[in-house]
């Protein structure tokens, strides 16, 4: 018998072991027993980090949606599946049943199959948080068609290079979107971003906010009449273990953002297992991930993860302060959430506001919270923990990443004791190595260094979409056989994990990662702009915020800097999104640089946080006058 569920802290220590001792025998049995296959597999593991080649289920032969929806069809279809909260809470809440569930996913199936997509086709999901975007993913694994959603706060630009890059046929998009007290007009920006997407041909568009819109004759489709027609039975593509389920781009430190490709069985064994663990999810509880499914958490605990346990999730439109800040509590007391999974960012924006905002509801059903995205710090953890967690709620602080499908390191609620900004222990399966300056693991307790996973766990990213030599040198390079995270991380004296923070050029904001060199790509766009170099700074709320360091060409003339500034966020929003935006743009005649022409982002970095005392050894650059230029001219 499998361990589906564990439910004691020696009962963890004893699956951790069997599962990394004989792992392809702990895998298989929870692949045999808790999953609907048409064929098993031949093969439980082959891997190789050197290639990199990994495989899980080798052979297999599966539908995830016949794991997400059918099969709970038998014996809970008037279950909930997805339950829609408005951004607007006058707007009547939508309860989707498993049943209701499975004819909206197949209708819209069939309309993709109509649109001429087949499996392996990429199809690019451009929409806001209504329940189309979760019934779109389904629909396109239904099919065997690869998704790649695209979060709706991207821009023109980003989605344009991102549709691109996978090759997608169709856009699935909206009239627009609600976002707390504002409208966005999505279509229009799907309309700029197809200028430079020769191979699209064709758009389906969603109704949500009812404005005139502009529909291009033969291109573009209203979603709900094609919908209304279709049949609602449509019979799962029979698909292989390692066949991609979807891309999902993340940023990275070029300019290019990375399709992460995840595969089927692995991911959804993965996603499943871990739900039901990391959140002790119960059949009658109402779990909410306020994530947006434009981004992994939500592909994996919004969507598959929950549906695969059958359970009841819930889809968030709106923002955390609209109507007021306190939206999240209401909806806790409203729909009775048991299990409520939340950023850091969120949770300092809201600790922040009155405390009425909190204790006007009631908590009371809930029973576990989660934090993921970024470090949590200790002021934060203690407000979570005494006012939403009530201190009887555990605080489960996740720790993954997109390329991991999954939750890596976390507490398993009511079992694993948690410390506050500790992500505790590895989960079931999971190998974590620390390693030191010269490659070697640091073998023990009361260690730091750069954060490895040693093993596959079946969720791992397969692949960068059309580049696997960058997929081999970003995460399998750095570290001899193995996988590098990225981040840096130190061991407790008791074998807990807490993790540091990112060690490479990628920045945090708002649980957002944002690469450094896609932002400088962008500046440097700005005819005036001669080189920039980006730093991460502490910020109260989004962890941390942007600062800019730009030199500009000398042209004799002079620029007002307050426009310069205004033009070099507006070129940011252009090309990325608003989410990129400079906190503070500090003009300079020049960027400390090594003798071998590299930016010194650690004087830099130092510099933004207002910490000059120790910037290190300075006379080795190539032109350490400029250090003293910068630190005179920082601003506060
Ligand atoms: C960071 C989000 C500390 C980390 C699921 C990681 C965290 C990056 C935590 C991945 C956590 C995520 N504690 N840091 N609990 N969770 N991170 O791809 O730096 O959006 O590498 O995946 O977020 O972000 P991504």
Known sequence: MSNY?????????????????????????????????????????????????IKWYEGAKLNITENC??????????KTAILFEPNNPSEEAQHISYNDLSKKVNRFANVLKEQGIKKGDRVCIYLPMIPELAISLLACARIGAIHSVVFAGFSATALSTRINDSDCKIVITSDGSYRGAKTIDLKSIVDEALEECPNVQSVLVAKRINTEIEMKKGRDTWLQPLLDKASDVCEPEIMDAEDPLFILYTSGSTGKPKGMVHTTAGYMVYTAYTFKNMFQYKEEDVYWCTADIGWITGH?????????????????EGVPSYPDYGRFWKIVEKHKINQFYTAPTAIRALAKQRLDFVNKYDLSSLKVIGSVGEP???????????????????????????ETGGAMITPIPYVTPTIPTYATLPFIGVQPALMDKNGN??????????LCIKFPWPSIARTIWGNHKR???????????????????????TGYYRITGR??????????????????????EHPAVAESAIVGFPHDIKGNALYAYVTLKE?????????????????????????????????????????SGKIMRRILRKIASNDTSNLGDTSTLLNPEVVQEIIENYIK
Do not use: C
């Open 376 to 402: 949590i710090n200790e002021e934060a953890w203690h407000w979570y923990n005494d006012n939403i967690g009530k201190k009887k709620s555990p605080i489960i602080d996740t720790w993954w990443q997109t």
């Open 5 to 53: 569920n564990i439910k004691h802290l020696e009962e963890y220590f004893k699956v951790y072991k069997k599962s990394v001792n004989d792992p392809e025998v702990f895998w298989e049995e929870i692949a045999e027993e808790h999953f609907s296959w048409y064929k098993k597999w031949n093969n439980v593991l082959s891997w190789d980090f050197k290639k990199p080649e």
């Open 555 to 595: 042209t004799g003339e002079t620029r007002n800097q307050d426009n310069l500034r205004k033009e070099i966020n507006q070129i940011i929003t252009e090309h990325i999104g608003p989410i990129a935006k400079l906190d503070k743009i500090q003009f300079t005649n020049g960027l400390p640089k090594t003798r």
């Open 441 to 450: 693991e640091l073998k023990g307790n009361q260690v730091e260094g750069n």
């Open 300 to 316: 994996s605990y919004i969507v598959y993860g929950p549906l695969a346990n059958g359970a009841t999730t819930v889809m968030f």
């Open 69 to 78: 929806i059918d099969r709970h069809l038998r014996t809970n279809g008037e």
């Open 503 to 524: 060690v490479d050029d990628v920045i945090i904001v708002s649980g957002h990662n944002l690469g450094t060199a896609p932002i400088e790509d962008a500046i440097n």
């Open 471 to 493: 997929y081999k040198e970003t995460y399998f390079s750095a570290y001899k056989d193995n996988y590098f995270t990225g981040d840096g991380a130190l061991r407790d004296a």
